[in-house]
């Protein structure tokens, strides 16, 4: 009996997968955005240190370049990346500015100010962030959708071109 599971031909599903699977780990939350980083595994790793005293490196000018490195998957990489930059850089410039001006309405009341003095003067500093912020913030949100979706329709490239050399591959 045990001789005829092993003997079974695999499921149809695995005859099908076509990529590695990818292991993307999020980091730990920066302290100033509160965003937590993305460490995507597709990314090659920087090439190793080099005694050669020219600009460039042979590792450079692979004859063979390995799966994942076609046009439309360097510009995916890219675009990804960029897109958390952008994401990164907003939310850092943002709270540092946020907490710096709730710092500078907490200063500017007398050290005999009651916590609902502080809570008045906290909820008026919120209502004009608020205000002071909305064109910024949907200037940013039309932005980052924008680049979403080019990041969408990158990674749709990307799989319809991997789709094609797999289907190119079984002929």
């Known amino acids: 009996m045990l001789g005829l599971l092993r003997s079974q031909p695999p499921p149809l599903r695995c005859l099908f997968h ?19 980083p993305v460490i995507y595994d597709d990314v090659p ?4 240190p080099s ?5 460039y490196s042979l590792a450079e000018f692979d004859p063979e370049p390995p ?8 510009q995916w990489k890219l675009e990804r990346q960029q897109l958390d930059d952008l994401d990164q850089n907003f939310w850092l410039d943002s ?6 001006g709730k710092e500078a309405v907490l200063a500017s009341l007398p050290s005999t100010a009651t916590p609902i003095d502080k809570e008045k003067a906290l909820s008026e500093f ?10 910024r913030t949907e ?3 039309r932005e980052w959708r924008a680049r979403n979706v080019s990041c969408i329709l990158f990674a749709a490239r990307v799989a319809m071109d991997r789709l094609g050399k797999m289907i190119t591959f079984w002929r």
């Open 126 to 135: 919120y209502k004009q962030w608020v205000m002071q912020e909305t064109d």
């Open 18 to 36: 076509s990529s590695v699977a990818s292991r993307h780990l999020v980091g730990p939350p920066d302290p100033v955005s509160h965003l937590r």
């Open 45 to 48: 790793p920087p090439p190793p």
């Open 51 to 55: 005694l050669l005293k020219h600009p």
């Open 139 to 141: 200037q940013y949100t």
């Open 67 to 74: 799966v994942g490195t076609g046009a439309y998957d360097i």
């Open 95 to 100: 709270n540092i500015r946020f907490e710096g």
